[in-house]
C-alpha cells in the first residue's frame, strides 16, 4: 500500500470542514513536495454518491484497457529527472493533514481481470439511470449529463456567470441540473480562456 496525503493551510482548512471521515469525494488541486514527501493541496473538493465513483472507476478501467490494446505503457519509475520540487510551506501556518491510503494496482493484472464484455456488464448495472434516481433523492432534480457536450455546459455557464457575476458555484449547479463538478471543470476553461475571472465574492467577465 502507498500513503498519500491531504494538506490545507489557512483558508483552504474550511474546505474539510463540511465532510466527514468515511465520505466519497473529488479532489481538484495541486501535487507539492516538502521534505521528500508528496502531497496534495485542495482547490476545490466535491461529495459524490458510491453509485458514482463505482460508475467512474469502471469508466476509467475501461479506458485503461484502451489504450493498452494501443500499446501505451503504464510502467511507473521511482525517479523522475527533470522533476522540480515546489517551495516548501510556510511553516508557521496551522497544517491540518488528511490521509487517503490507495492500493498499488499491476496494470498487466487489470488488463488480464478486464475483460470488455465484463466491463459492459457493470457498466450496465450501474446504470446512468441508476447514478441520476441517486443524485435526485439526496439533490433535488441534479443530473448527470455525460452526453451533453463540454462547450454547451461552458456556454451555459458562461451566460448565468454574465447574468450574474456574483452568483454562487452551487447555484450555477442548481440552475443547470449539472454536477458541481462540471460546474467546476466549465468555469476553470473559462479562467483559461481568459473570458472570466474568479474573485472572493463572484465572478467578473473579462470579454
Known sequence: TATTRLKAWSDKIELLD??????????????????????????????????????????????????????????????????????????????ETYEAVTEEVNISEVEEALQETEIEELMEEVSEEALTGEVKEEKGDMSFYDDVDEEEIKESVYELVKTDPKISKSEISNVLSIDELDVELAIKDLVDEGRIKSKEDGFEISE
Open 18 to 95: 463540511k465532510f466527514k471521515v468515511g465520505e466519497i469525494v473529488d479532489i481538484i488541486g495541486r501535487v507539492g513536495e516538502f521534505q521528500d514527501e508528496i502531497y496534495i493541496t485542495p482547490d476545490n473538493i466535491i461529495p459524490v454518491t458510491p453509485n458514482y465513483w463505482l460508475y467512474r472507476e469502471l469508466e476509467l478501467s475501461k479506458r485503461i484497457k484502451e489504450l493498452m490494446e494501443r500499446g501505451l505503457s503504464f510502467e511507473y519509475k521511482d525517479k523522475i529527472e527533470s522533476y522540480i520540487p515546489q517551495e516548501a510551506p510556510v511553516p508557521h501556518q496551522a497544517e
